[in-house]
């Protein structure tokens, strides 16, 4: 078992032959829409959420059934399993992106006990370590038909460097490995192997980075709320702020006050999604807002 593999089995309390690593999250979330899709199978998911899992579900002509959140904006794990009662494959972000919102533990149980036989429910944890939701990785361990992505790309602040894995039944991750390139840890750069494994032995890096940003995004979310602007409060490093116009042109309004935000969604055209930086960064967002929304 590499050092990685053990430092990933120590992290997550579950055995290493669970887990695989990859060069990010992507990569096996492509491969599970060519796994278990198809015309007769299709794909499930919230809406707004993580928009590139279902571009690859043109290649296997999978339905795409897309259901809103609820009012709470969580997964409407019902409605996703009555939208399509023969589905093969159900996506969970959770916490969700964009909205950083989280689905209850006991709703992705649900689904896992109420969905089709032989469908897999594919869940997104990205963004799990700054929120404080329960993980669904036990629920592999107990059997059922779940893969759970989890990534550096978050709180490691690795991106760039492309690490990540997948945790769940071997017989369910051998399914992912005829599409693309079969070994994928051949393709893992080092740098990120060695990266990763340092970050997973540090005991107070996640706690330590996922207060910064609690700080910052509730010192920030307070300032909206003296500002009367409306905005879906959030479990993440991101939320989604109601900007009243055009997604885009408030892209492009804060771009010129040397701000960079995030994009919209169909659903939500006049909502942004804002990320949540360091306190300098977020202190630099209040006051590009305050002069582009004219607080």
């Given at each position: 078992?590499?050092?990685l593999?053990?430092?990933?089995s120590?992290?997550?309390?579950?055995?290493?032959y669970?887990i695989?690593?990859?060069?990010?999250?992507?990569?096996?979330a492509?491969r599970?829409i060519?796994?278990?899709?198809?015309p007769?199978?299709g794909?499930?998911?919230?809406?707004?959420s993580?928009?590139?899992i279902?571009q690859?579900a043109?290649?296997?002509?999978?339905?795409v059934?897309k259901?809103?959140?609820t009012?709470?904006?969580?997964?409407?794990?019902?409605?996703?399993r009555?939208?399509?009662?023969?589905?093969g494959?159900?996506?969970?972000?959770?916490?969700?992106?964009?909205t950083?919102?989280?689905?209850p533990?006991e709703d992705?149980?649900w689904?896992?006990?109420?969905?089709?036989r032989d469908?897999?429910?594919?869940?997104?944890?990205?963004?799990?370590?700054f929120?404080?939701?329960?993980?669904c990785?036990?629920?592999v361990?107990?059997g059922?038909?779940?893969?759970?992505?989890?990534?550096?790309?978050?709180?490691?602040?690795?991106?760039g460097?492309?690490l990540?894995?997948?945790?769940?039944?071997p017989?369910?991750?051998?399914?992912?490995?005829p599409y693309?390139?079969?070994d994928?840890?051949?393709?893992l750069?080092?740098?990120?192997?060695?990266?990763?494994?340092?970050?997973?032995?540090?005991n107070?890096?996640v706690?330590?980075?996922?207060?910064?940003n609690?700080?910052?995004r509730d010192e920030?979310?307070?300032?909206l709320r003296?500002h009367?602007?409306?905005?879906?409060?959030?479990?993440?490093?991101c939320?989604?702020?109601d900007?009243?116009r055009p997604?885009a042109?408030?892209?492009a309004?804060?771009?010129?006050?040397?701000?960079?935000v995030?994009?919209?969604?169909p659903?939500w055209?006049?909502?942004s999604?804002?990320?949540?930086g360091?306190?300098?960064?977020?202190?630099g967002?209040?006051h590009?807002?305050?002069?582009?929304?004219?607080l």
């Amino acid at each position: 078992m590499s050092l990685l593999g053990q430092a990933a089995s120590k992290r997550y309390g579950i055995a290493p032959y669970f887990i695989k690593a990859w060069s990010g999250s992507s990569d096996p979330a492509f491969r599970a829409i060519v796994a278990f899709t198809g015309p007769m199978r299709g794909l499930v998911m919230a809406d707004p959420s993580w928009e590139l899992i279902f571009q690859s579900a043109p290649l296997t002509r999978a339905p795409v059934h897309k259901v809103p959140l609820t009012q709470d904006y969580a997964h409407d794990v019902k409605s996703m399993r009555a939208a399509n009662p023969h589905a093969g494959l159900y996506f969970i972000c959770n916490p969700n992106n964009p909205t950083g919102t989280l689905t209850p533990y006991e709703d992705i149980v649900w689904l896992l006990k109420h969905k089709p036989r032989d469908a897999v429910v594919l869940v997104d944890e990205a963004y799990i370590e700054f929120s404080d939701a329960e993980s669904c990785i036990p629920l592999v361990e107990q059997g059922h038909d779940i893969i759970v992505l989890r990534t550096f790309s978050k709180i490691y602040g690795m991106a760039g460097m492309r690490l990540g894995f997948t945790i769940g039944r071997p017989d369910l991750i051998e399914r992912l490995l005829p599409y693309g390139f079969p070994d994928s840890p051949l393709f893992l750069s080092m740098n990120a192997v060695v990266a990763g494994t340092a970050s997973l032995q540090q005991n107070a890096l996640v706690p330590g980075r996922k207060e910064a940003n609690m700080l910052a995004r509730d010192e920030t979310f307070a300032f909206l709320r003296d500002h009367g602007v409306d905005y879906i409060p959030s479990d993440s490093n991101c939320f989604l702020l109601d900007v009243r116009r055009p997604g885009a042109e408030f892209v492009a309004a804060m771009a010129q006050q040397g701000i960079m935000v995030g994009r919209s969604w169909p659903i939500w055209p006049t909502r942004s999604r804002i990320t949540v930086g360091s306190a300098n960064d977020m202190a630099g967002f209040r006051h590009a807002l305050s002069a582009v929304m004219s607080l």
